[in-house]
T-cell receptor, first 114, second 109 residues
């Protein structure tokens, strides 16, 4: 299995631009999670899906952030408009059994907003 | 709500020495507990998990952790550190899947 695949690995964009991060979970995994990692705040859960349905989006920082999972093999995290404080590493993770079991993380997308 | 506290943001050990990374949890119910490792510029990798089946949990790369309810702890250990163990280690608890702040392990040759 190729694992959780995220793209792009690095993204540099100007403030105000729209940014879309992509994730392909492991085939057969029913749960998908989006995390953000920064030095100041550590790892933060943004949102998670079960069977393509958003279950908990309470971690999404504000309305500029949105996430979708149109099918079992694809999810996006969109930031519009982007701001410098959104600079972070964004991780996608998937799980076969749910939130009480270990996750498989992707390699992350390093986002820099200038 | 559940949470974890990792004691020590940086730990240095000599190669071949014991590795001990500390994690204490707060939970009103029996928790699920996890340790993950993150190497530079990579995602997190699951080292081991506690799901109440056994208090001593063995993981990958020679790591193990012991669940101690009386101390609300889930410390990670490895008998002999290797240079390749240098990384960031995160403790995590289930429920809302909250991660600790991480401990950076340095291995001195």
């Amino acid at each position: 299995d190729a694992g959780v695949i995220q793209s792009p690995r690095h993204e540099v964009t100007e403030m105000g631009q729209e940014v879309t991060l992509r994730c392909k979970p492991i085939s057969g995994h029913d749960y998908l999670f989006w995390y953000r990692q920064t030095m100041m705040r550590g790892l933060e859960l943004l949102i998670y899906f079960n069977n393509n349905v958003p279950i908990d989006d309470s971690g999404m920082p504000e309305d500029r952030f949105s996430a979708k999972m149109p099918n079992a093999s694809f999810s996006t995290l969109k930031i519009q408009p982007s701001e410098p404080r959104d600079s972070a590493v964004y991780f996608c993770a998937s799980s076969l059994k749910g939130i009480n079991y270990g996750y498989t993380f992707g390699s992350g997308t390093r986002l820099t907003v200038v | 709500a559940q949470s974890v506290t990792q004691l020590g943001s940086h730990v240095s050990v000599s190669e071949g020495a014991l590795v001990l990374l500390r994690c204490n949890y707060s939970s009103s119910v029996p928790p699920y507990l996890f340790w993950y490792v993150q190497y530079p510029n990579q995602g997190l990798q699951l080292l081991l998990k506690y799901t109440s089946a056994a208090t001593l949990v063995k993981g990958i790369n020679g790591f193990e952790a012991e669940f101690k309810k009386s101390e609300t702890s889930f410390h990670l250990t490895k008998p002999s550190a290797h240079m390749s163990d240098a990384a960031e280690y995160f403790c995590a608890v289930s429920d809302q899947f909250y991660f600790g702040t991480g401990t950076s392990l340095t291995v001195i040759p």
